[in-house]
């Protein structure tokens, strides 16, 4: 099997290699679009959800099953673990949390899980390795569908369709926890037999914010920001009194802070510049880049922080640091950045390095970050365009002997007792629980050896969900706010509240895989990072030439078919129209 499969990446990358070869030779053909009145196609049953499971005892007993769901012969099974090299866990997938989840599957369900550990940061690589190698774990996740789809159309990923059919009544926290969305979330609507992952679910609290020196506002008795020009007032004010607000340190004022992750850490500014009235075609044919970098208009939120860069109010070197780089993060805690954006929650996030309380022990205790809304877009409101619900993409590569085992895996994962206790720890060590039933929680200074969660509700084990779902919207809100020992509450919850306020989810558009993304899909973020990077440090009177250039590459690269297919596959479902219907 290994060889077969190496044999036939070997091929792919061979038409990978002609591909770009033929791309490079000739622009992309524009779609042949229908006429006006082509009719959608017939719409895909949708899946019912799983029903009162069929324990008839013959069924179970060929199964190998019993009542309870539990092998009667010990069943083995492999699956990924994420590891982002802490040394307070030298090896993730020995550390308690790991001994925790395979201790309990074989008591549940008699199965013995061995762990296939890969890199966070480096994770698709490797996991792309393992696939052609054929030694990929039996349970695997990915972000993103690119590499599953790859795989697929080589054989090498499991169409989870007939298992999901047979033994979806054995499945109820999974389809409980996921709905039946997410679980066929990438079906492909002209073949609907063909759904090679399932999509794990992510709770919506906000995405990006951007956060402020609320103290440094009132020093200079300067009102929050409410618009652009008001949020780049604010930063012209902190560079100008970097004397009063930094002392002898005024020479590492770092007014607005951002990374060579440009479309992330600049979002806000960037996409304010999307008309408001983008149509769901529109946002389809360019929405296959997390960091909106094809969406219309982009350009000129590209040019203002052109303009900062070189008015000194970006941090000069900042295309050397990547988002993950410490130095963002210790800039922060020293108190030089007036400003910047990240994930909703990122000041409050962490054990004993939070942001704000390293910056309030290093600076004072008056020092703090606060929520703004100042990028109103054309219709003269923000709006933070959200992700779908949809988190890690969970597969079966083809050499999954255990396909039975891998699911009620799933199953184990989703339930609801068993996601807690990964994302929230052991009560009384890692957290409090309320007379309300709100977990709130505690600081992890004291915790001992491994017991330790090094990612926020412990992410990288917690497989099934990203956020906080205690089963409750009332609960789950109260406990966030308690999530972040030594920040107050309120301040937390007013954060997820700016970010859900102003958020925008477009409707899913479900359709065929895009056959263009696997090819150039994983090249393009490097071309895209670098266009952004080059052209905010360019002169500003060569601006447009430094942007339409590399505009012009990442085109030629694979976007322009990217989106040309897009468009095809939009026409294919809904003919030559700009909305869905209704």
């Known amino acids: 099997m290994k060889k077969i499969l190496l044999l036939i990446l070997a091929i792919a990358l061979v038409s990978f290699i002609v591909a770009c070869a033929a791309d490079e030779a000739a622009p992309a053909a524009d779609p042949t679009p229908a006429p006006a009145d082509t009719p959608a196609p017939a719409e895909t049953p949708e899946p019912e959800p799983p029903g009162e499971p069929d324990l008839a005892d013959e069924r179970l007993a060929a199964l190998g099953l019993d009542e309870n769901l539990r092998f009667l012969e010990t069943?083995?099974?492999?699956?990924?673990?994420?590891?982002?090299?802490?040394?307070?866990?030298?090896?993730?997938?020995?550390?308690?949390?790991?001994?925790?989840?395979?201790?309990?599957?074989?008591?549940?369900?008699?199965?013995?899980?061995?762990?296939?550990?890969?890199?966070?940061?480096?994770?698709?690589?490797?996991?792309?390795?393992?696939?052609?190698?054929?030694?990929?774990?039996?349970?695997?996740?990915?972000?993103?569908?690119?590499?599953?789809?790859?795989?697929?159309?080589?054989?090498?990923?499991?169409?989870?369709?007939?298992?999901?059919?047979?033994?979806?009544?054995?499945?109820?926290?999974?389809?409980?926890?996921?709905?039946?969305?997410?679980?066929?979330?990438?079906?492909n609507p002209e073949y609907p037999h063909s759904n090679y992952a399932i999509a794990g679910r992510l709770i919506q609290d906000g995405r990006i914010n951007t956060f402020v020196r609320e103290d440094w506002l009132n020093t200079l008795n300067i009102a929050p920001p409410t618009t652009l020009q008001e949020?780049?007032?604010?930063?012209?004010?902190?560079?100008?009194?970097?004397?009063?607000?930094?002392?002898?340190?005024?020479?590492?004022?770092?007014?607005?802070?951002?990374?060579?992750?440009?479309?992330?850490?600049?979002?806000?500014?960037?996409?304010?510049?999307?008309?408001?009235?983008?149509?769901?075609?529109?946002?389809?044919?360019?929405?296959?880049?997390?960091?909106?970098?094809?969406?219309?208009?982009?350009?000129?939120?590209?040019?203002?922080?052109?303009?900062?860069?070189?008015?000194?109010?970006?941090?000069?070197?900042?295309?050397?640091?990547?988002?993950?780089?410490?130095?963002?993060?210790?800039?922060?805690?020293?108190?030089?950045?007036?400003?910047?954006?990240?994930?909703?929650?990122?000041?409050?996030?962490?054990?004993?390095?939070?942001?704000?309380?390293?910056?309030?022990?290093?600076?004072?205790?008056?020092a703090n970050y606060m929520v703004v809304t100042p990028f109103p877009n054309d219709s003269g409101v923000p709006v933070f365009h959200m992700p779908a619900p949809i988190d890690r993409m969970i597969f079966f590569p083809a050499t999954n002997q255990n396909p039975l085992a891998s699911l009620l895996y799933l199953d184990f994962m989703s339930r609801l007792e068993v996601r807690n206790t990964l994302a929230f720890g052991i009560e009384g060590v890692h957290h409090i629980r309320h007379a309300n039933g709100a977990i709130e929680t505690l600081p992890q200074d004291y915790v001992d050896g491994d017991q330790i969660i090094v990612s926020l509700r412990n992410f990288d084990v917690s497989l099934m969900v990203n956020g906080v779902d205690l089963g409750d919207d009332v609960l789950s809100g109260l406990t966030i706010g308690y999530g972040y020992p030594g920040i107050d509450p309120a301040q937390v919850l007013a954060a997820r509240e700016a970010g859900l306020t102003h958020g925008r989810w477009m409707r899913r558009v479900q359709h065929r895989p895009i056959a263009a993304e696997g090819i150039f899909g994983g090249p393009l973020n490097d071309i895209r990072d670098t266009v952004l990077n080059q052209s905010i440090v360019a002169p500003v009177d060569q601006f447009d030439a430094v942007f339409d250039a590399g505009m012009q590459n990442y085109m030629t690269a694979g976007g322009q078919a990217i989106i040309d297919e897009r468009d095809q596959a939009w026409v294919e479902m809904f003919g030559d129209v700009p909305n869905m219907p209704d």
Request: aromatic content about 14%; glycine content about 8%.
């Open 231 to 366: 949020f780049e007032d604010m930063l012209i004010a902190f560079r100008d009194n970097a004397e009063e607000l930094l002392g002898a340190d005024a020479n590492m004022m770092v007014p607005y802070m951002i990374t060579s992750d440009v479309g992330w850490t600049a979002d806000h500014v960037i996409t304010s510049f999307i008309p408001d009235n983008i149509s769901e075609r529109e946002w389809f044919r360019y929405g296959f880049c997390d960091r909106r970098f094809t969406q219309p208009n982009i350009k000129e939120g590209v040019r203002v922080l052109n303009r900062w860069w070189n008015d000194g109010l970006i941090m000069r070197d900042f295309a050397e640091y990547e988002a993950a780089d410490t130095i963002y993060a210790d800039l922060v805690r020293m108190g030089v950045v007036g400003a910047f954006t990240q994930n909703w929650d990122m000041p409050f996030r962490g054990g004993g390095d939070r942001w704000i309380t390293d910056m309030q022990e290093n600076v004072g205790p008056e």
């Open 75 to 187: 069943q083995q099974i492999s699956a990924l673990i994420w590891d982002r090299s802490d040394e307070r866990i030298p090896v993730f997938s020995e550390g308690y949390w790991a001994r925790w989840i395979q201790a309990e599957i074989l008591e549940v369900h008699n199965i013995e899980l061995e762990w296939v550990q890969t890199p966070r940061w480096d994770q698709e690589e490797v996991m792309s390795m393992l696939l052609a190698g054929g030694d990929a774990p039996d349970v695997g996740f990915i972000f993103g569908m690119t590499t599953v789809q790859t795989f697929a159309d080589m054989g090498g990923i499991m169409d989870l369709t007939p298992l999901l059919e047979e033994y979806r009544d054995l499945l109820p926290n999974m389809y409980d926890l996921l709905t039946v969305e997410n679980v066929y979330w990438n079906r």
